[in-house]
Antibody, heavy 117, light 110 residues
Framework: QVTLKESGPVLVKPTETLTLTCTVS??????????VSWIRQPPGKALEWLAH???????SYNTSLKSRLTISKDASKSQVVLTMTNVDPVDTATYYC?????????WGQGILVTVSS | QTVVTQEPSFSVSPGGTVTLTCGLS?????????PSWYQQTPGQAPRTLIY???TRSSGVPDRFSGSILGNKAALTITGAQADDESTYFC??????????FGGGTKLTVL
């Protein structure tokens, strides 16, 4: 059974760096053509794709957020990590990790992160 | 910047048929964008319905179908049921390992 679970702080202060971890099970992050994306959803708003990492460690980012995002993985720990620098209250959202490439076939439950002083 | 457009809201009667669309602010949606569709209810993670334009995800009833209609991707629900009342998001693959989500369509069944 494929599962993904997000973890990290639920409250961060403006200008701080947010670090989120996606821990996966039921599949290997090293499997060819496998990838994991981070996607967020501000309260009451639409989903927004943030970043993706492939099994070969190729990475891609939302161009509007690229300067603030870093995605990485540790296949031995089955974890994908997203860091976002210089957070702002507008970054308040539920952050999801999802497996896939041309389709997101499995999603984590999401973690609500609030940016507030 | 590319914007993926969806109807903000739609209403359908129980048992009725509804088609939701997914377009581009500039240009046409084709199969090359590998459109996929997700269903989301409040407080829940999205559920995968359709991918690669018209392939149903495992366990999705066949009353959900995907297609290209004109210059847009489309999700058709045939025989709408009360528990279809959700928000539906489409996402397009823009190439170079990047994706853009639409704004979502809130579907009411009444």
């Amino acid at each position: 059974q494929v599962t993904l679970k997000e973890s990290g702080p639920v409250l961060v202060k403006p200008t701080e760096t947010l670090t989120l971890t996606c821990t996966v099970s039921g599949f290997s992050l090293s499997k060819p053509r496998m990838g994991v994306s981070w996607i967020r959803q501000p309260p009451g708003k639409a989903l927004e794709w943030l970043a993706h990492i492939f099994s070969n460690d190729e990475k891609s980012y939302n161009t509007s957020l690229k300067s603030r995002l870093t995605i990485s993985k540790d296949a031995s720990k089955s974890q994908v990590v997203l860091t976002m620098t210089n957070v702002d209250p507008v970054d308040t959202a539920t952050y999801y990790c999802a497996r896939g490439w041309l389709v997101y076939d499995s999603w984590g439950q999401g973690i609500l992160v609030t940016v507030s002083s | 910047q590319t914007v993926v457009t969806q109807e903000p809201s739609f209403s359908v009667s129980p048992g009725g048929t509804v088609t939701l669309t997914c377009g581009l602010s500039s240009g046409s949606v084709s199969t090359s964008y590998y459109p996929s569709w997700y269903q989301q209810t409040p407080g829940q993670a999205p559920r995968t319905l359709i991918y690669s334009t018209n392939t149903r995800s495992s366990g999705v009833p066949d009353r959900f179908s995907g297609s290209i209609l004109g210059n847009k991707a489309a999700l058709t629900i045939t025989g709408a049921q009360a528990d279809d009342e959700s928000t539906y998001f489409c996402v397009l693959y823009m190439g170079s390992a990047s994706w853009v989500f639409g704004g979502g369509t809130k579907l009411t069944v009444l």
